[in-house]
């Protein structure tokens, strides 16, 4: 009867990491799933307890990095980190100094700063280099 309570720990375990898909429960399904075959074993409850946390716990140190670098892979940037590199089109000169400058990019209008202090005219073509607050810091493309 005991490795049935296993196995059925095993399957909410693995349901709940299909439902929640954050790499946090499948490695105590595979602690359950020793505890089972050490009941199917013989081995008493303190041995099966002991299998699962140190299995659970084993698999959760040692391999969730290495799982978690593999699925974050393709991670994309979403809201304002998605225009990082992008190109934006000056539209009121951007001038350090005198605390102007606007760019356009996607049909939105941001403050902008130059990211080498330098004047940047109307019209030109700039590539966000980075966000600071709600200011694009963008940098003159020289090939343009």
């Not at 084993?58 to 892979?73: D, G, H, Q, S």
């Not at 990082?84 to 760019?103: H, M, P, R, S």
């Amino acid at each position: 009867m005991q490795p049935l309570i296993w196995l059925g720990i095993l399957a909410l375990l693995l349901v709940v990491e299909a439902i929640t898909a954050g790499l946090t429960t499948i490695w105590f399904a595979g602690g359950a799933l020793v505890a089972a075959i050490a009941c199917y074993a013989g081995a008493n409850l303190t041995v099966q307890i002991l299998l699962f946390l140190c299995v659970s716990l084993v698999l959760l140190i040692f391999t969730r990095p290495l799982a978690m670098k593999y699925f974050n892979k393709e991670t994309i940037q979403t809201n304002a980190n998605s225009l990082i590199g992008k190109k934006a089109v000056v539209i009121q000169e951007i001038d350090n100094l005198a605390q102007t400058g606007q760019v356009r990019i996607n049909d939105i209008e941001w403050t902008a700063r130059s990211a080498d202090d330098e004047k940047i005219g109307e019209g030109t073509v700039v590539t966000i280099e980075e966000i600071r607050g709600v200011k694009l810091i963008v940098k003159q493309n020289k090939e343009d």
